[in-house]
C-alpha cells in the first residue's frame, strides 16, 4: 500500500523555522517546483501550532525541531498527536544518524540538513510533495551499518521472517537506504510498477500501513532483510 499523493489541487506549505532565512530560502525552493504552492510561516512552535489549526488545508510541514518554544521531539509528538493527517518533514542542523532514526519513528516523512544545497533541498520536496519520502542516504547508510541488536527481528523473534522474498526483501533493504522507487528499479533493472507490487506485498506481509512506516522498519531491521536477501 503506497501512501497518497499529498499534494491536493491548492497546495499549502507551512514552514516553521525562527530563522527568517531559512524561510525565504525554503520558500523561494518551493515555489520553483510549483509556482502556485502557497507558503505559510511561522517563527516559533506556538505560532506553528496556531497556524496548523487555522489552516484545515495545510498537505506539508516543514518544521525546524529547535526554535522557540519547541523541545524537539516532545514538540514533534505533540504535533503528530494534534494534527496526525499532516506530513511532516524536519529541517535541522544535526545530522547524526541516531537523531534522524528518531525522527522517522515519530512518522516523518523527510529529514532535510539544513547544510543541504538549493537542488538536494528541492529534489527532497519534489519526492515528499509526489508521495514518496525523502531522508539523506549518506545518514541512512551510517545507520544501516550500525550494529543494533535490539531493532534486529529474527525468525525466533517473530518465529518467521514474514514470508518475504528475497526480491521483496532486497526493495526493503534499498527504499531504507533512501533509494527511491525508480533508482531501485534501475539498480534491479525491473520496471518501476514491479518495485511498487513487491513493496506493496512486503508492505502487506509485514503488516505495516504506509511507506514511511516500511522505511522505519527497514532501517530498525536491516540484519534480517540482508539475510533474507542474501540466501541461495
Given at each position: 500500500m503506497e501512501r497518497p499523493v499529498v499534494s491536493p489541487p491548492s497546495f499549502s506549505i507551512l514552514i516553521a523555522d525562527d530563522h527568517w532565512v531559512v524561510r525565504q530560502s525554503l520558500k523561494q525552493v518551493a515555489r520553483g517546483i510549483d509556482k502556485d504552492?502557497?507558503?505559510?510561516?511561522?517563527?516559533?512552535?506556538?505560532?506553528?501550532?496556531?497556524?496548523?489549526?487555522?489552516?484545515?488545508?495545510?498537505?506539508?510541514?516543514?518544521?525546524?525541531?529547535?526554535?522557540?518554544?519547541f523541545s524537539e521531539f516532545e514538540g514533534l509528538r505533540?504535533?503528530?498527536?494534534?494534527?496526525?493527517e499532516i506530513p511532516v518533514v524536519i529541517i535541522s542542523v544535526h545530522e547524526d544518524s541516531e537523531y534522524v532514526l528518531r525522527a522517522i519513528q515519530h512518522?516523518?516523512?523527510?529529514?532535510?540538513?539544513?547544510?543541504?544545497?538549493?537542488?538536494?533541498?528541492?529534489?527532497a520536496l519534489s519526492r515528499v510533495i509526489s508521495g514518496e519520502v525523502a531522508f539523506p542516504r549518506d545518514?541512512?547508510?551510517?545507520?544501516?551499518?550500525?550494529?543494533?541488536?535490539?531493532?534486529?527481528v529474527t525468525a525466533t523473534d517473530r518465529d518467521s521472517d514474514f514470508g518475504?522474498?528475497?526480491?521483496?526483501?532486497?526493495?526493503?533493504?534499498?527504499?531504507?537506504g533512501g533509494a527511491p522507487v525508480s533508482d531501485i528499479a534501475d539498480a534491479l533493472?525491473?520496471?518501476?510498477?514491479?518495485v511498487r507490487v513487491h513493496l506493496?506485498?512486503?508492505?502487506?506481509?509485514?503488516?505495516?500501513?504506509?511507506?514511511?512506516?516500511?522505511?522505519?522498519?527497514?532501517?530498525?531491521?536491516?540484519?534480517?532483510?540482508?539475510?533474507i536477501a542474501d540466501r541461495p
Open positions: 504552492v502557497t507558503v505559510l510561516e511561522a517563527s516559533s512552535f506556538n505560532e506553528a501550532l496556531l497556524v496548523l489549526a487555522q489552516n484545515s488545508g495545510i498537505g506539508l510541514l516543514l518544521v525546524d525541531l529547535i526554535m522557540p518554544g505533540l504535533i503528530r498527536s494534534k494534527f496526525p512518522g516523518v516523512i523527510g529529514y532535510i540538513p539544513k547544510s543541504a544545497n538549493a537542488q538536494e533541498i528541492k529534489h545518514i541512512l547508510a551510517r545507520t544501516l551499518a550500525e550494529p543494533a541488536a535490539s531493532a534486529v518475504l522474498t528475497r526480491r521483496e526483501a532486497e526493495i526493503m533493504t534499498m527504499l531504507g533493472d525491473i520496471t518501476r510498477q514491479t506493496a506485498n512486503a508492505i502487506k506481509k509485514t503488516g505495516l500501513k504506509s511507506r514511511e512506516a516500511a522505511v522505519r522498519f527497514a532501517m530498525e531491521n536491516a540484519a534480517m532483510l540482508r539475510s
